[in-house]
């Protein structure tokens, strides 16, 4: 068997196939079954769906990028895994112009702030809206003194200039560092190394920026009223332990069926290091967000908070924080464990199930309020997100060699032993 | 009955030693220990250190941290002396305990890590004001020593050093010690 390119095929092709089927039949029947307000079940399936499968793919590329900027040798074989799955980038950052997109055109009303009778203060006689008050004129009762003080940022056009702005940026560095890597196999040298090195720091300070803010505008802009200042952190960490977790499965199936010789123990050991690590480093976040919210007891801060705690959403809510934090902290924390697959893969599948689950929460409550279900439409759509997801990973995957041949640091890499 | 010997072999440079090691375990003669200024990276599994359990010590002396933590701020804040502190009066741990998790934290990190340094030394005799037991004081400058005992290996003294002469040592000193 030729183990240096990997074939996309089989019974892994068939799953895939398999799993958008069951994704397409459960967004049809969604979308036609959904008999909510403006369809907002259906939409903020989508946005759940798009955002956290985009965000693992973002996960890769900062990963990626971190590589490049810190010199880091020992992840000189896995690359081309990480070029895979930031390969899904456009369709991820396709799912979720969709769904803004919709919102825009009034399709949905997953955010609130988009409403534009919120900013004026006045209500005409002609029933238009003025930030003047008239002859005739009365106080118009959609009027938001909070949102509408929140114009300077949250407006529609500087909110797509953003957006465009974050989506193209990405995939512009998505594009460069691909075609500089396959180059890098034709030509050799370490030209390409410095220069992708070079553009890797330049990408993570172009990250720092837009990966917070555009949780700000994605996520945090749902629940209007409500900010908290280490959001961006606290949803990056969140992208950057999901990406670990989706490699690290990936990576141990790979492996199991021949492929990534090249890979050892160490490899994998230093994977499951980089779960339990960023797993701790999201509880961190996570716990810190609450901790303060919850001690200050402000209304403003911790209504949010109310509505996952104290409503539908409390089980998912509390379970979903000692899935992602405990499991990964009790099971992984011994070395043992962490080689070892069986310990790795079910700790893995587990806590994937519970970002998505934060991910849901993050926008279901604030959108759905109560009335949500997770039924076979929601289940069925993530099932069909991740046959997408994992399809084009892999197809990607099969259409370079697994190897970036003329890495300098492929010596090193290859020798690492811990 | 036959006297018991200590052979330390002395090297110039960690890559000789780590050679001289495997040539020697090769030979199925045991090493004692090895002296050196700074940690030989994979030298362990050559000359048959089994793993340490100094992780395993270390979560233990976390996870009383964190027991201890908890009982003392349940006695302090809530049974000894109850407080109400930012609007919180509700005197039970179970409904405080995001307020408790810092200092838990920060207690069990400390206790793990003080406990993990003190055991190390301990294990090690190398606290400060202990007397040094390395075979020569030059181990703490730019030399490495491997340590063969007589007693440990099934070669008697002679053959010992004809297999060690055969590495790339510097020097070599054979000394008789009571058991």
């Known amino acids: ?418 | 009955m036959e006297s018991k010997k200590v052979l330390h072999v002395m090297y110039d440079d960690d890559g000789k030693l780590m050679a001289a090691a495997k040539q020697l375990v090769a030979k199925g003669i045991q090493i004692k220990d090895v002296y050196s200024p700074f940690p030989v990276h994979g030298i362990d599994p050559v000359i048959g250190v089994t793993r340490t359990r100094l992780a395993i010590a270390s979560f233990m002396y976390a996870t009383t941290g964190t027991c201890l933590a908890l009982f003392g701020m349940w006695y302090f804040m809530i049974q000894d002396w109850p407080m109400n502190i930012g609007g919180k009066p509700s005197f039970s741990l179970i409904e405080n305990l995001p307020a408790f998790v810092p200092v838990t934290f920060e207690f069990s990190v400390l206790c793990g890590a003080h406990g993990m340094a003190l055991t190390y030394l301990l294990r090690n005799g190398t606290l400060p004001g202990m007397p040094a037991s390395n075979p020569d004081p030059r181990t703490t400058d730019d030399k490495f020593v491997l340590e063969i005992l007589t007693d440990e290996n099934e070669m008697d003294a002679g053959a010992l050093e004809s297999a060690v002469n055969e590495t790339e040592l510097l020097e070599l000193s054979i000394k008789e010690y009571a058991a």
Not at chain 1, 256 to 279: R, T
Not at chain 1, 318 to 331: D, L, S
């Open chain 1, 1 to 418: 068997m030729d183990t240096m390119n990997y074939r996309f095929e089989g019974r892994a092709k068939t799953l895939t196939y398999v799993l958008m089927g069951i994704g397409l039949v459960a967004l049809v029947s969604g979308f036609l079954t959904d008999d909510s307000h403006g369809q907002q079940r259906f939409w903020a399936n989508m946005l759940v769906n798009g955002f956290f499968f985009f965000s693992v793919a973002l996960g890769a590329l900062f990963f990626y990028a971190l590589q490049y900027a810190t010199e880091s040798g020992w992840s000189a074989v896995l690359k081309r895994l990480f070029e895979a799955i930031y390969g899904f980038l456009p369709f991820g950052a396709g799912l979720i112009l969709i769904v803004l997109l919709a919102g825009q055109f009034h399709l949905h009303h997953l955010y609130h702030w988009m409403d534009h009778t919120l900013y004026y203060e006045f209500l005409l006689p002609d029933g238009s809206y003025s930030h003047e008050a008239a002859e005739g004129a009365v106080a118009n009762p959609n009027f938001d003194y909070i949102i509408a003080n929140k114009s300077a940022y949250l407006n529609t056009t500087f909110f797509w200039v953003r957006t465009l702005v974050y989506i193209s940026t990405f995939l512009i560095f998505a594009r460069m560092f691909r075609k500089w890597s396959l180059a890098e196999d034709e030509v050799g040298g370490t030209d390409l190394h410095y220069k992708m090195y070079r553009r890797g720091a330049l990408f993570l300070v172009f990250f720092a920026v837009f990966s917070s803010m555009l949780s700000w505008d994605w996520i945090m802009s749902i629940d209007t009223h409500w900010f908290s200042t280490l959001f961006g952190w606290y949803i990056f960490s969140g992208m950057w332990v999901s990406m670990l977790i989706f490699a690290t499965v990936t990576l141990t199936w790979l492996r199991s069926i021949g492929y990534f010789k090249e890979v050892n123990e160490s490899h994998m050991h230093d994977m499951a290091k980089w779960v339990f690590a960023i797993s701790m480093l999201w509880s961190y976040l996570w716990f810190s967000q609450f901790m303060l919210i919850w001690y200050s007891n402000i209304p403003e801060e911790v209504t949010y908070f109310v509505a996952r705690m104290f409503t539908q959403y409390k089980v998912p809510f509390i379970a979903m924080f000692f899935v992602n934090f405990a499991i990964p902290f009790y099971v992984l924390l011994a070395r043992d464990a962490k080689r070892n697959p069986k310990f790795l893969i079910p700790v893995a599948f587990l806590i994937f199930c519970g970002h998505y689950t934060d991910v849901y929460l993050l926008v279901v409550p604030g959108t759905l309020h109560d009335h949500a279900h997770f039924g076979f439409f929601e289940w069925g759509s993530f099932l069909g997100f991740l046959g997408l997801f994992i399809h084009v990973t892999l197809r990607r995957l099969a259409s370079a060699p697994l190897i970036a041949v003329n890495h300098p640091m492929l010596e090193e890499s290859k020798a690492l032993h811990y």
